[in-house]
């Protein structure tokens, strides 16, 4: 089984920890990872953002970047999400105006190789209990694409509760949006950051420690809410959590 870690833009360029705790734990499970380099973005913010045509291009170098890989797992439900729901829709909207199938053969390799995290380790390893150790206080947040696209379910809290040290505590409001939605943050500061606002409080007064979620980009937009509303609580991805062990805590 030949698997390769999709790193995103997010997590490359802001919270390269993510992708290393993806590889320390893949690797715990006997997994061996690789790395193609040429790969980069998905192009979701392009295609949320109406560019579709310019999106073209990177579906391409996904595909050809994974071609030699069994499965593709990329810490981000928003990323998958992308690849999955929206590739499909790219290929299938090129082939309509008469530019052949090349787009649509590229999505079609590229989907069904393509997964989440979590869904990798339960569906894919068949494992839910990863061996990991984080003694604290953990409350968790399904981000959209995680919860509406992915269909996730509860797969994330399974992999937390077996967790050891982990005390896992429910968020009120939980499935409601942190108020990130990517480009929707810069259109629509104002109804993002409100959302934010009240996604934040709700999280402080579970009395957690941590807040776990599996998208760094919901992770970054809670974690300023947090930090600005005063809250000690700190936001961390579920990788992290998950490659934690007694001696190594991420």
């Given at each position: 089984?030949?698997v390769?870690?999709?790193?995103?833009c997010?997590?490359?360029t802001?919270?390269?920890?993510?992708?290393?705790?993806?590889?320390?734990?893949?690797?715990?499970?006997?997994?061996?990872?690789?790395?193609?380099?040429?790969?980069s973005?998905?192009?979701?913010?392009?295609?949320?953002?109406?560019?579709?045509?310019?999106?073209?291009?990177?579906?391409?170098?996904?595909?050809?970047?994974?071609?030699?890989?069994?499965?593709?797992?990329?810490?981000?439900?928003?990323?998958?999400?992308?690849?999955?729901?929206?590739?499909p829709?790219?290929?299938?909207?090129?082939?309509?105006?008469?530019?052949?199938?090349?787009?649509?053969?590229?999505?079609?390799?590229?989907?069904?190789?393509?997964?989440?995290?979590?869904?990798?380790?339960?569906?894919?390893?068949?494992?839910?209990?990863?061996?990991?150790?984080?003694?604290?206080?953990?409350?968790?947040?399904?981000?959209?694409?995680?919860?509406?696209?992915l269909?996730?379910?509860?797969?994330?809290?399974?992999?937390?509760?077996?967790?050891?040290?982990?005390?896992?505590?429910?968020?009120?409001?939980?499935?409601?949006?942190?108020?990130?939605?990517?480009?929707?943050?810069?259109?629509?500061?104002?109804?993002?950051?409100?959302?934010?606002?009240?996604?934040?409080?709700?999280?402080?007064?579970?009395?957690?420690?941590?807040?776990?979620?599996v998208?760094?980009?919901?992770?970054?937009?809670?974690?300023?809410?947090?930090?600005?509303?005063?809250?000690?609580?700190?936001?961390?991805?579920?990788?992290?959590?998950?490659?934690?062990?007694?001696?190594?805590?991420?």
């Amino acid at each position: 089984m030949r698997v390769a870690l999709f790193i995103t833009c997010v997590n490359d360029t802001l919270y390269p920890r993510t992708g290393q705790a993806v590889v320390t734990l893949l690797e715990r499970l006997g997994v061996d990872v690789g790395f193609p380099t040429e790969q980069s973005c998905c192009g979701q913010a392009q295609f949320n953002t109406g560019y579709r045509h310019e999106t073209e291009p990177l579906v391409r170098r996904y595909a050809a970047a994974f071609r030699d890989y069994d499965y593709v797992v990329a810490p981000s439900g928003s990323c998958a999400a992308m690849v999955r729901d929206n590739y499909p829709r790219i290929g299938a909207k090129a082939a309509a105006e008469g530019r052949g199938q090349e787009l649509a053969d590229a999505a079609a390799s590229a989907v069904p190789k393509t997964y989440e995290l979590t869904e990798f380790l339960t569906d894919i390893l068949k494992v839910t209990d990863v061996g990991a150790y984080y003694p604290h206080t953990v409350t968790y947040h399904p981000t959209c694409h995680g919860l509406r696209l992915l269909h996730l379910g509860d797969r994330p809290r399974t992999l937390l509760a077996a967790v050891q040290g982990l005390n896992l505590v429910e968020l009120p409001g939980a499935e409601e949006c942190c108020g990130f939605g990517g480009t929707f943050a810069v259109k629509n500061a104002a109804v993002s950051a409100a959302m934010g606002a009240d996604k934040a409080r709700n999280i402080t007064g579970t009395g957690a420690e941590a807040v776990c979620t599996v998208d760094n980009s919901c992770q970054m937009h809670i974690g300023g809410t947090l930090a600005r509303q005063g809250s000690t609580v700190r936001p961390v991805h579920i990788a992290e959590i998950l490659a934690s062990t007694e001696g190594n805590i991420w």
